[in-house]
């Protein structure tokens, strides 16, 4: 319990929770290219940006152990593929399952 509030009051003090990276609840979350993406089991106090590979390539890597990518649409989480997206399809990789959900 106490190392809870220690990380809840370094968390506060430091700013390193946000909508995009929850600390305390192992969550990270950013958009890729138009797609949402939240990334769970994911302890981390700052997050690198998704960046853009190429016209219409995208990498998120939050984690040491998810490595989120779209190229042209294709999701591809880990090296295994997703399949097609449509825009603005969301993206939940929950301990190493992942689901896309059409919005």
């Not at 430091?14 to 994911?42: I, Y």
């Not at 989120?68 to 449509?86: A, M």
């Amino acid at each position: 319990m106490k190392a809870l509030i220690v990380l809840a009051f370094t968390c506060m003090l430091l700013g390193g929770c946000s909508s995009s990276n929850n600390l305390l609840l192992g969550e990270v979350r950013a958009t890729v290219g138009t797609h949402p993406v939240m990334v769970t089991d994911c302890y981390r106090t700052s997050v690198d940006a998704p960046r853009q590979t190429g016209a219409a390539s995208y990498e998120y890597m939050p984690c040491r152990d998810a490595r989120v990518t779209i190229q042209d649409e294709q999701l591809t989480v880990n090296g295994r593929s997703y399949g097609k997206l449509q825009a603005r399809d969301s993206i939940l990789v929950d301990h190493g399952v992942v689901s896309v959900h059409s919005n």
